[in-house]
């Protein structure tokens, strides 16, 4: 299904409206889209271990699936200065060529980032077994008793879960506010968006390997 929501996503990023108030309301029905798999996929990993991994190796599992999405940030930060690269800023020409420039260079980029959602459905539907055919340890051939809708009800009257969901959500939702305007940010002590973004690509990849570091 996130597969599938991926997919959806972006085919409606890039559909070509000449109208930009239409392609405005695509491309945010697209993120949306994107971003409605998220829950799952963030919360994916320590199932996936549990059910394919013995206990001594689940946690470095779980840590490798939950920082893999990072890795994608990371090449976010490297790729997004050259769609627009500090010559093609500075030369002499007028705004609405440079949006032209701009606008081609981010329809090419979202058609590569279909593409990609395209492979991994496609690799979702040849092959995408639920579990092992022989279970790594007893409790990964353990059925699981609840459905989904009763595990979430249960987690929503567990006032500890309650909480520390809002605040995992608070600082989540700070950091990457932060973290998307931080060549904005920096350009206020003269740094370049290159250079920004080459800092912001270091310290999201030295995030994840000392992630998975601690996590073995």
Not at 69 to 93: C, D, K, L, Q
Not at 152 to 169: E, S
Request: charged residues 10%; contains cysteine; aromatic residues 12%.
């Amino acid at each position: 299904m996130i597969a599938f929501l991926s997919v959806l996503g972006k085919g409606l990023q890039v559909i070509p409206f000449d109208n930009k108030k239409m392609r405005s309301v695509f491309i945010n029905i697209g993120q949306f889209l994107l971003m409605a798999g998220g829950p799952v996929a963030i919360g994916a990993p320590p199932l996936v271990s549990a059910t394919w991994f013995p206990p001594s190796e689940r946690t470095t599992a779980t840590a490798i699936g939950t920082l893999a999405g990072y890795f994608g940030i990371a090449i976010a930060f490297a790729v997004g200065p050259a769609m627009a690269p500090n010559e093609v800023m500075r030369a002499n020409i007028s705004n609405s060529s440079l949006s032209k420039y701009a606008d081609h260079e981010i329809i090419k980029y979202t058609y590569f980032e279909l593409g990609l959602c395209i492979a991994v459905f496609l690799c979702v539907l040849l092959y995408f077994p639920a579990r092992p055919p022989v279970p790594p340890s007893l409790t990964s051939g353990t059925p699981h008793l609840l459905s989904t809708t009763a595990s979430v009800k249960q987690a929503m009257k567990n006032r500890q879960f309650v909480l520390l969901a809002t605040l995992t959500g608070m600082t989540f939702g700070v950091y990457f506010g932060w973290l998307s305007m931080l060549d904005v940010f920096l350009a206020e002590f003269s740094v370049d968006a290159t250079t920004a973004g080459w800092l912001g690509c270091t310290a999201t990849l030295a995030g994840v390997v000392s992630g998975i570091a601690l996590a073995r």
